[in-house]
Nanobody, 122 residues
């Protein structure tokens, strides 16, 4: 089970850190991803971190501004959002995948958190 939190209202140019806490004792074997659903749009890939190597991947729209990280001891994955833009406004979801994955393919992630709203004002 995943629980995301840390969203809120922030001005353009500001920062937020999202957290996603996972229950269970096998967090380290899961690939973890962040996705978002902007208002009126489909869910889209934001960032991914591999389960063993810790390799990270980002959507082009957030590359250089967002950073995904994980703390396996705390069963938590983070998404640091910097230099926020109004177009980053969305509900942000964390997701987990136990097996092999094509990074960013929504249908392949097994478990999803409930989402946390990020609103960026201009």
């Amino acid at each position: 089970q995943l629980q995301a939190f840390g969203g809120g209202l922030v001005q353009a140019g500001g920062s937020l850190r999202l957290s996603c806490a996972a229950s269970g004792r096998t967090f380290s074997i899961y690939h973890m991803g962040w996705f978002r659903r902007p208002p009126g749009k489909e869910r889209e890939f934001v960032a991914h971190i591999n389960r063993y190597s810790g390799s990270t991947y980002y959507a082009d729209s957030v590359k250089g501004r967002f950073t995904i990280s994980r703390d396996n001891g705390q069963n938590t994955v983070y998404l640091q959002l910097n230099s926020l833009k109004p177009e980053d406004t969305a509900v942000y979801y964390c997701a987990a995948r136990k097996g092999d994955v094509v990074v960013g393919t929504i249908s392949q992630y097994d478990s999803w958190g409930q989402g946390t709203l990020v609103t960026v004002s201009s």
